[in-house]
């Protein structure tokens, strides 16, 4: 059984990586965080500071996030881990 702890915010997560989201992106993040780390659901996200890991309830929700940023993973500071829920 492995811990996770934390909820990291949109803007944490771009200091942490050092890039913005687009803000097409930044929008969408900010209507979908989920703040309980329980059971992501369909459509939400949560993102782990220890490990840095951006959990997301479904496939669609983590490509759209991913797809923001993987042109530009050269410049990020950091490495963020996606991974899906086996939530609701």
């Known amino acids: 059984m492995s811990v996770m702890l934390g909820d990291q ?3 944490q997560i771009e200091k942490r990586l050092g890039i913005e989201f687009p803000d ?3 929008e969408f993040m900010k ?3 989920q703040a309980e ?3 992501i659901g369909k ?3 949560h993102c782990f500071d220890i490990p840095f890991n951006l959990v ?3 496939v669609e929700i983590a490509t759209k996030i991913y797809n923001s940023v ?3 993973s050269n410049e990020c500071k950091e490495q963020l881990q996606f991974s899906l829920s086996g939530g609701k």
Request: glycine share 10%.
């Open 24 to 26: 097409d992106i930044r």
């Open 43 to 45: 459509g939400k996200w």
């Open 31 to 33: 209507q979908t965080h």
């Open 56 to 58: 997301c309830g479904d």
């Open 70 to 72: 993987k042109d530009r």
């Open 37 to 39: 780390a329980n059971n």
């Open 9 to 11: 915010s949109v803007s």
